[in-house]
């Protein structure tokens, strides 16, 4: 099944204004003043947004470009009858030189590194989670897919981090969660267990060359919150996904899969086991927001040797190939 990477995106408007000096920080907060209200009101996504301005050499105008997306078709027609938009496109009419000029694309495309980043740096990126859920007397092999998920990790700097001649990526994450409704357990919110470690790893296939492509594995724990309580999956047992082939960073659109198998689900507040999880796959199927570290710090660049270990562990317990989907895994025919 092929994945649209970037199916959130449509719509993206870009539009051209010029104006004086003397208005154009009017006209830049007129602009931005727009985005609220079409944000306020549901008709634009949360991204992309850009307020670009400029002075081009050897003119007395001043040159503003906004890009944002809309919600949808519907969202663009509905806008020229909302009484606020239409009160902030005239202030921003009554300060530009001209009709500006209105452009329309389908995608916002962002790019990928074909090899690891020298810098390190913050992704903020939305994917989906998938696994088996049994909780005793409730729930039997519920395949929970939680789509809306978000992922927050911290990407270390190109380098050989282990002395074995590959160059590597330590990948920590800081925060990842998501939600869906189950119908015997009611709302429930996947996260990640703060008190056991959540990272991966990315090493290069080759010492020359291009970093890519490379093999990736992921180690997270789960706490699932639930109106019975939170539920830990098992502390001394975390959900491996990968190894995988990884061909660009960030690796949107890559599938991992879990070779982990059933783990017990631990009641937090009892200590007493009340079901098991069979861990799916992780899929990041966007990016939201990349950001370049501005100073080196240890604490997020350095990884723990055990990370090495488990990447060395799963890649010879899979003989080198990538891991196998499981009954688990996103797309499957009885998929909740």
Known sequence: MSINVYRNESLVQMETYETDPTSADALVTAVRSKWATLREAGLAGDYPIEVLRSQPNGTDKVRVVEVFRWTSAQARVDADRNPAYQAVSQRIADIVAGPGAKEIYTQA??????????????????????????????????????????????????????????????????????????AALGPIRVEQNFARPNDGMVRSNSKDGNDFPGTAVWRVSWKIQTPMGPLLTDPDQPLIFGPATVNHYPPVGTRFHSPTGPVALIHEETGMRVGTLTPGELTAFDIVVTKDDEIYADVLNTPPADIFEILDEYRARMNGRDAEPVGAAVGGPHED
């Open 109 to 182: 495309v962002r790019g990928f590194n074909e090899n690891f980043p020298g810098t390190g740096g913050v992704e903020l990126l939305k994917g989906v989670c998938s696994c088996l859920l049994t909780v005793d007397g409730m729930v039997k092999d519920y395949r929970m897919s939680v789509k809306n998920g978000i992922v927050l990790m911290h990407r270390s700097p190109r380098m050989d981090l282990d002395g074995d001649g590959y160059n590597e990526m330590y990948l920590k994450i800081l925060m990842h969660g998501g939600e869906i409704i189950q």
